[in-house]
């Protein structure tokens, strides 16, 4: 088999998932796009360790490494992701600037303007 | 390497090569739908064809034993979590018009920029490689335990530490403060539990 079909197709599910994790809104669908490129990795540890015919087969026990360690990404994300909604009301990305710096956040300005909503709600999120 | 070039063709593609293109047709298609749909439960849907078709891949690549391990942990559990994951953040079932941010662009211009200059360099690289697939299997379940348990024993190990501990963080993470209402026990028990 050319190697460049496994290569070629390894790179466009990797630029696949690149687009998800940029494009999309909803936390669990960015971890839907990371899972996309892990497998793209995965498909690429695969085809070149059974083109150079490796002794110790590192390509495929690095796969199996990948895929427990992707496991493990996947449970402790969507934990995250869950306690997030829970503190929030909203799993979006987007929403989730309270420590972005940039020119439309103006609540550094007067801090004590802060709804105490939103203050129990970073209290909750430290806590 | 260069002997084998000789003898294979480039336009003449062999059965395997023909299915590998097809299945990852299906599989480039499937992961195309996942990150563009607008419905949050097909998303999670279309990634089990995605998973399922790069499981066949790597049948097509011998690596037997990676393909089942493939399909019982994401098929079986990742995108079971995932799906769970979705309910309990109570995803709108049908469209949500704001599935995309609004860096649609910004995204689809640079992975479409990775993609051009990946697939150059890649096809230029290996222009005139070829994977030998005659022979016994090279994926097989005996080879794959026997290396796994024979020069890989320490980061086996390593990774059922690390295992064990995301397992006790995803616990603590995911589970309410102790001062908390008795309200959402339930559900909450029941995270607990898919974790």
Same mark, same amino acid.
């Given at each position: 088999?050319?190697?460049?079909?496994?290569a070629?197709?390894?790179?466009?599910l990797?630029?696949?998932?690149?687009?998800?994790?940029?494009?999309?809104?909803?936390?669990?669908?960015?971890?839907?796009?990371?899972?996309?490129?892990?497998?793209?990795?995965?498909?690429?540890l695969v085809?070149?360790?059974?083109?150079?015919?490796?002794?110790?087969?590192s390509?495929?026990?690095?796969?199996?490494?990948?895929?427990?360690?992707?496991?493990?990404?996947?449970?402790?994300g969507l934990?995250?992701?869950?306690?997030?909604?829970?503190?929030?009301?909203?799993s979006?990305?987007d929403?989730l600037?309270?420590?972005?710096?940039?020119?439309?956040?103006?609540?550094?300005?007067?801090?004590?303007?802060?709804?105490p909503?939103?203050?129990?709600q970073?209290a909750?999120?430290?806590? | 390497?260069?002997l084998?070039?000789?003898?294979?063709?480039?336009?003449?593609p062999?059965?395997?090569?023909?299915?590998?293109?097809?299945?990852g047709?299906?599989?480039? @298609?499937?992961?195309?739908?996942?990150?563009?749909?607008?419905?949050?439960?097909? $998303? =999670? !849907?279309?990634? +089990? &064809?995605?998973?399922?078709?790069?499981?066949?891949?790597?049948?097509?690549?011998?690596?037997?034993?990676?393909?089942?391990?493939?399909?019982?942990?994401?098929l079986?559990?990742?995108?079971?979590?995932?799906?769970?994951?979705?309910?309990?953040?109570?995803?709108?079932?049908?469209?949500?018009?704001?599935?995309?941010? @609004?860096?649609r662009?910004?995204?689809?211009?640079?992975?479409?920029?990775?993609? $051009? =200059? !990946?697939?150059? +360099? &890649?096809v230029?690289?290996?222009?005139?490689?070829?994977?030998?697939?005659?022979?016994?299997?090279?994926?097989?379940?005996?080879?794959?335990?026997?290396?796994?348990?024979?020069?890989?024993?320490?980061?086996?190990?390593?990774?059922?530490v690390?295992l064990?501990?995301?397992?006790?963080?995803?616990?603590?993470?995911?589970?309410?403060?102790?001062?908390?209402?008795?309200t959402?026990?339930?559900?909450?028990?029941?995270?607990?539990?898919e974790?």
């Amino acid at each position: 088999m050319h190697l460049a079909y496994p290569a070629v197709l390894s790179v466009l599910l990797f630029c696949t998932g690149l687009y998800g994790v940029l494009a999309r809104r909803n936390a669990i669908l960015v971890l839907m796009s990371v899972e996309l490129m892990l497998n793209a990795v995965n498909l690429n540890l695969v085809a070149f360790d059974v083109w150079l015919r490796d002794a110790l087969h590192s390509g495929q026990a690095l796969t199996l490494f990948t895929i427990a360690i992707a496991a493990a990404e996947i449970g402790i994300g969507l934990s995250i992701v869950l306690m997030v909604y829970r503190n929030r009301g909203s799993s979006d990305v987007d929403r989730l600037r309270d420590t972005a710096e940039g020119p439309d956040d103006d609540s550094s300005d007067d801090p004590d303007a802060a709804a105490p909503a939103q203050r129990t709600q970073k209290a909750e999120a430290t806590a | 390497m260069n002997l084998a070039a000789t003898t294979q063709g480039f336009l003449s593609p062999t059965g395997v090569e023909i299915a590998f293109i097809l299945v990852g047709l299906v599989t480039l @298609g499937a992961a195309v739908m996942t990150v563009t749909t607008r419905q949050l439960v097909h $998303a =999670a !849907l279309w990634l +089990v &064809v995605a998973l399922g078709g790069l499981a066949v891949e790597y049948l097509l690549l011998t690596a037997e034993f990676i393909a089942w391990v493939q399909v019982l942990i994401y098929l079986g559990s990742v995108v079971v979590l995932l799906l769970f994951g979705l309910m309990l953040t109570k995803a709108p079932i049908g469209r949500s018009p704001d599935a995309d941010s @609004g860096n649609r662009p910004v995204a689809l211009a640079v992975a479409g920029t990775a993609a $051009a =200059a !990946l697939v150059w +360099v &890649v096809v230029d690289a290996f222009r005139t490689s070829w994977i030998d697939l005659d022979g016994p299997a090279q994926g097989s379940t005996d080879t794959v335990g026997a290396i796994l348990f024979r020069h890989w024993v320490l980061p086996f190990e390593a990774l059922s530490v690390l295992l064990l501990a995301a397992l006790v963080g995803a616990i603590v993470l995911s589970r309410k403060h102790a001062k908390g209402s008795e309200t959402g026990s339930a559900t909450d028990s029941d995270s607990e539990g898919e974790r």
